[in-house]
RNA sequence: GGGGGCGUAGCUCAGUUGGUUAGAGUGACGGCCUGUCACGCCGUAGGUCGCGGGUUCGAGCCCCGUCGCUCCCGCCA
């Protein structure tokens, strides 16, 4: 069939019918060209008043939908369009069949210009049939093909797994939904399928994955999405940590290089960091490795005797280099301070510049050239350089700040080379944090990860061994691309006493544990192979390789960051009929 | 729940120190134009300056409140 899209000059002479969506008119009053346009591409087509197929397409407006009738003619050599793969050729309009009028736009379809965003969720279809949507969304489908293709050669098979399934007591906030067979019971729809993979694994199939939709209500990020997302979901028998890395990594890294287009995607291995290592380098544990900032702690430089600035002593100091950066005019400076305080409700961020031999701005003569001498060297500083300070009694809070500076940093200063992909696995994260506000222990990550920890040595914890249980690492890993955590997984803990004893530091008692985690707990009673996997996030992955930083951008029907949809107007209310077969009563907030 | 930014024509935006009748581009509509491809030229219509209150002789502009969108923090095993 031909399309909008696939005529070309060996085509010439022949009669043909294209149909699609009129994306421009010129009407040049002796001459009408109407451009044509379907998801191949567009054509140009042409009509004389004289001719009698004229008033129908004169009557055409923008994003009208025709069929178009007609001669393929050669254009002259001065008329080519080389931007359309179409430019050689036009149509002579014989006949026009209009199959769909259209009212004037809300968001004009042509051009590209940036609109706001209700409008282009309102109207989510016009933005479709805009070519970067379109675009996006076409490539969302070839890199989810391009995905499950190397799945199935690496030898993974794929299984569905339920969307109405049990509320879970750890994790995010659940969506539920109310069962009418069932009076004041609830299922909850899968944060991941994370129990039912494990019990996949159980049930002897060993190299499991699906691209599973995901739903956890929690509020919107630019990287995340409000209710529902796509993982691609994987789990393995009889691996190690390492094992999974050797089957993921070909994976992704195959994946973004097939639509690398010109960028570099690094080694096909990816490194591995540490998560204490990247807290303290990058000041977070998703680090941007395109920026080459390396944040160094100086807490002991300013602890020097020699070394008189009050506001830093016993305090944890992180320094964020800002390489060649010391021309830069004052104002640098002054905005990095001020974005410091009003966005991250820091203090502030005080700062040296290196010029020549000496070292200035606010803070820099409470330090003698001895003292910036070690500063300088402990950092990788030279002259023309600058360096800001990141300060707080609390280590965690230096050490984000810095964190966030070293991005703001990077971003401003032009560091950041966005032809680059650079993945790296984050590994050893702790089990267990503490939680300040309710003063207890609670899971880090995922809970169901394995300790690295002996097995009778674990299970001999008492939960007031507070600070080994708080050292504990586990065998948990993520995957981290520019700065975008990807995927999270671990060797999971198949070992129901040991996982027991898990929940039981957590806080949950045995019998809490045994009811919660029935399903898992009792499967592995019955003989549970050892395993492991995790799921990457396919929108992110789409987001990356689609040079896009809003997920909306390579989501086909989003939401808004209020968790609505703007264009099916979800949520909405339902017939008091509806919820009286479920058992429910709404009850209103009251405004506060 | 908290903080930052934004809100002016269908759409994208400008609007000076608070000053008279709020502008441009684009789109829509009408006219002219035979080679454009962001066509060009002329004209017409189109406004609750998000909403409410306040200060002032006078508010798009200043103040307070509120709503919406967005980015971030909290949250996201």
């Not at 451009?35 to 009509?47: A, E, F, K, P, S």
């Not at 008033?55 to 050599?77: H, I």
């Not at 409700?345 to 409470?366: D, Q």
């Not at 707990?521 to 995790?534: E, S, V």
Request: hydrophobic letters at 40%.
């Amino acid at each position: 069939m031909d399309t909008c899209g696939s005529l070309r000059r060996s085509d010439v002479g022949r009669q043909v019918t294209i149909s699609g969506w009129v994306n421009r008119r010129r009407d040049h009053g002796g001459l009408l060209f109407i451009d044509l346009r379907d998801h191949y591409g567009i054509t140009q087509c042409v009509v004389e008043p004289d001719e009698k197929a004229f008033a129908a397409a004169d009557q055409a407006r923008s994003e009208w939908v025709l069929s178009l009738t007609g001669k393929v003619v050669a254009r002259t050599a001065e008329t080519v369009n080389s931007d359309l793969p179409t430019g050689e050729i036009e149509i002579r309009i014989e006949e026009v069949a209009v199959q769909s009028r259209a009212q004037e736009l809300p968001l004009p379809v042509f051009g590209d210009m940036t609109y706001p965003e209700d409008t282009r969720l309102k109207y989510r279809f016009l933005d479709l049939r805009r070519e970067r949507l379109h675009r996006n969304i076409t490539l969302r489908s070839k890199v989810i093909s391009s995905i499950r293709r190397r799945m199935i050669d690496g030898g993974f098979t794929e299984f569905q797994t339920p969307i109405l399934t049990a509320s879970s007591p750890e994790g995010a906030r659940d969506f539920l939904v109310p069962s009418r067979l069932h009076p004041g019971k609830f299922y909850a729809l899968p944060q991941a399928p994370q129990q039912f993979k494990q019990l996949i694994m159980v049930a002897g199939f060993d190299r499991y994955f699906q691209i599973a939709p995901c739903f956890r209500d929690e509020d919107a990020r630019a990287d995340r999405s409000p209710g529902e997302f796509y993982q691609l979901d994987l789990e393995m028998s009889f691996v190690t940590q390492d094992d999974v890395f050797a089957a993921v990594e070909p994976v992704l890294h195959g994946t973004f290089s097939e639509f690398a287009d010109g960028r570099d995607c690094g080694p096909a291995q990816f490194p591995r960091i540490a998560y204490d290592e990247s807290m303290l380098k990058y000041g977070n544990d998703k680090p941007d490795l395109r920026n080459p900032i390396v944040i160094a702690d100086v807490s002991g430089v300013f602890a020097r005797e020699d070394v008189a600035f009050k506001a830093f002593k016993g305090k944890t100091v992180r320094a964020i280099p800002a390489p060649g950066s010391a021309s830069q005019p004052r104002s640098f400076f002054d905005r990095i301070d001020g974005w410091a305080k009003s966005e991250m409700g820091a203090a502030g961020l005080g700062y040296i510049v290196l010029e020549g031999e000496g070292g200035k701005g606010p803070i820099a003569k409470f330090l003698p050239p001895a003292a910036l001498q070690a500063l300088m060297e402990k950092c990788g500083l030279k002259a023309g350089d600058s360096v800001f300070f990141s300060a707080d009694a609390k280590p965690e809070r230096a050490a984000l700040l810095a964190g966030h500076a070293r991005t703001r940093i990077g971003r401003d200063l032009n560091l950041i080379d966005d032809k680059l992909f650079r993945f790296c696995w984050i590994v050893d994260f702790p089990m267990y944090e503490w939680n300040e506000d309710e003063k207890r222990i609670d899971f880090s990550h995922n809970p169901f990860s394995m300790p690295q920890y002996p097995r009778e040595k674990f299970l001999a914890l008492d939960r007031s061994d507070r600070d080994t249980i708080l050292g504990l690492k586990a065998y948990q890993y993520d995957i981290v691309c520019n700065g975008i955590e990807l995927s999270s997984g671990a060797i999971r803990n198949h070992d129901p006493d040991v996982m027991l004893k898990a929940f039981e530091i957590a806080g949950y008692a045995r019998e809490e544990t045994e009811t919660k985690f029935a399903g898992m707990l009792n499967a592995f009673r019955y003989g549970a192979p050892p395993h492991g996997g995790t799921a990457p996030g396919i929108d992110r992955i789409v987001m990356l390789i689609a040079g896009e930083e809003n997920l909306r951008e390579v989501t086909m029907f989003p939401m808004n960051q209020q968790a609505q949809d703007l264009m099916m107007n979800a949520p909405s209310e339902v017939s008091p009929r509806q919820l009286k077969e479920l058992h429910i009563r709404t009850v209103m907030p009251e405004k506060g």
